[in-house]
């Protein structure tokens, strides 16, 4: 079965520093992956997916995320952070294709930003 | 925007009572999908559909059934709303396009109460 995990519960990081969130994957055949961020009280958005190719992917906001296979991660960073970046971040792995079975979230990194 | 609303928004039930979600969708999409979430625990799959009347079960289907008569519609159906079922729910569909996986989309969420 699939799985994510987000070792990190919280993070809390200093307005300007550099943020990375980590995400682990278990997924018997190529993954598509994904991040999402969620503000409180809000729904779900996409920062940044990765399907094929290069391993290196570019988002919304500033964020990007690098798929490592050998290392079943696919970590979130950004190299300065804003406070309006605080907010709630999900990994999910799901099935290449045509979407069948849906996405499995991990459980969540919520960010703080200290100012 | 892929178009999908999800109503009610909030929702107050009391336990025993049967309670439907809708989740409604504007652009013909083929897969749609039912998650719940909860703290520390992301969002997990509750139902999924692949089609008109094509449905199946997710990580955590127990006491909630689903129905989709039409492309546009997708309705979750608490029979009787017990309190572990007090939850934000989120309707998702897969944006695809010429068979490529273009990521999956959010409504806005449905705040359900069981008191």
């Known amino acids: 079965a699939q799985s994510v995990t987000q070792p990190d519960i919280h993070i809390t990081v200093s307005e300007g520093a550099s943020l990375e969130l980590r995400c682990n994957y278990s997924y018997g055949a190529t993954p598509y992956l994904f991040w999402y961020v969620q503000s409180p009280g809000q729904g779900l958005q996409l920062l940044l997916k990765?399907?094929?190719?290069?391993?290196l992917v570019q988002g919304i906001k500033g964020f990007e995320a690098e798929f490592k296979r050998s290392q079943s991660s696919f970590n979130l960073r950004k190299p300065s952070v804003h406070w309006s970046d605080a907010a709630e971040y999900f990994c999910a792995v799901g099935a290449s294709g045509g979407g069948a079975d849906g996405l499995t979230f991990g459980k969540g990194t919520h960010l703080i930003i200290q100012p | 925007d892929a178009g999908i609303t999800q109503s009610p928004r909030h929702k107050v039930t009391e336990t025993g009572t049967p309670v439907t979600l809708r989740c409604h969708q504007t652009e013909n999409h083929r897969y749609m999908y039912w998650y719940r979430q909860d703290p520390g625990h992301g969002l997990r799959l509750i139902h999924y559909s692949y089609g008109v009347k094509d449905t199946d079960k997710g990580e955590v289907s127990d006491g909630y059934s689903v129905s989709r008569s039409k492309t546009e519609d997708f309705l979750l159906t608490l029979e009787s709303a017990t309190s572990s079922q007090t939850s934000v729910y989120f309707c998702a569909i897969t944006q695809t396009r010429a068979g490529e996986n273009y990521g999956y989309t959010f409504g806005s969420g449905t705040r359900l109460t069981v008191v």
């Open positions: 990765y399907f094929s190719g290069d391993t």
